[in-house]
């Protein structure tokens, strides 16, 4: 399967008013996830949990590669599901580390899917910052670099 590129004259656009996708623009997911039957209600639409849950991985990939402790998330900020996810849709994860602070990290995950049957196209799912704080082995914030 073949995924056209912003300039190719078979992309085809985002509807009216959608954010743009982080797809063409040369940016690696941290995660991708096919979704499966399993992963949706009788209507055929993925569960916004299974949703939350891949984010959350995602984020959690991001932070570790700004520190070795242990992470543990405290908050997600506002997440609205702006398109829906369907079963046999390619869900991707991109990360950026907004923030790092003395305890936490702050990571902004862009969720996009490509869809499974033609045309393939690219949608934007949903955008959330989520905060994740260095603990030690009681479970007490610890400075996220030694």
């Not at 743009?20 to 009788?42: C, E, F, K």
């Not at 829906?84 to 902004?108: A, K, M, Q």
């Not at 393939?120 to 030690?136: N, S």
Request: glycine fraction near 8%.
């Amino acid at each position: 399967m073949t995924r056209s590129k912003p300039g190719n004259p078979s992309h085809r656009p985002d509807k009216a008013g959608s954010p743009p996708t982080r797809s063409g623009t040369g940016l690696q997911p941290a995660i991708r996830v096919v979704m499966m039957p399993r992963d949706a209600n009788y209507l055929g639409t993925i569960f916004g949990g299974v949703i939350l849950s891949s984010l959350d991985l995602a984020g959690a990939v991001e932070a570790h590669q700004n520190t070795d402790r242990k992470l543990v998330t405290t908050a997600m900020h506002e997440v609205k599901f702006i398109a829906p996810v369907f079963v046999g849709d390619l869900v991707s994860f991109y990360t950026e580390t907004v923030r790092i602070g003395n305890t936490s990290i702050t990571v902004r995950v862009t969720v996009e899917a490509t869809r499974a049957l033609s045309p393939h196209e690219t949608v934007r799912v949903t955008q959330a910052e989520v905060v994740y704080v260095a603990i030690d082995e009681t479970g007490k914030p610890v400075p996220v670099r030694p």
